[in-house]
């Protein structure tokens, strides 16, 4: 069975940073590309950012969060910095199997995680 389980979220002020986690079990984590995804209250759930399974991720949200991973751990993480009130939402990770392109879509993610709440206030 597997389950991904997020924390690290909270109350923090605008400017501020945060670090989620995401720990993983029941999968060969090493093999699953590894998704953050956002929602706001009355608002569609959006990708944030991912990392590959290899390690490959992309820059997000204008450079101020970054995902990192460890394999050992099973654990992948989202390092939040320079926070915004706009990035207050449930932040949710998502994993997918490595084979194949990678995917922004969360249609495309069959595992995730119950959501963390990362609030900014100004």
């Known amino acids: 069975q597997v389950q991904l389980v997020e924390s690290g979220g909270g109350l923090v002020q605008a400017g501020g940073s945060l670090r989620l986690s995401c720990a993983a079990s029941?999968?060969?984590?090493?093999?699953?590309?590894m998704a953050w995804f956002r929602q706001a209250p009355g608002k569609e759930r959006g990708f944030v950012t991912f990392?590959?399974?290899?390690?490959t991720t992309t820059d997000s949200v204008k450079g101020r969060f970054t995902a990192s991973r460890d394999n050992a751990k099973s654990t992948v993480y989202l390092q939040m910095n320079n926070l915004k009130p706009e990035d207050t939402a449930v932040y949710y990770c998502?994993?997918?199997?490595?084979?194949?392109?990678?995917?922004?879509?969360?249609?495309?993610?069959?595992?995730w995680g119950q959501g963390t709440q990362v609030t900014v206030s100004s």
């Open positions: 998502a994993a997918r199997d490595g084979r194949g392109l990678i995917s922004t879509s969360k249609n495309d993610y069959g595992y």
């Open positions: 990392i590959r399974w290899r390690g």
């Open positions: 029941g999968l060969t984590f090493s093999n699953y590309d």
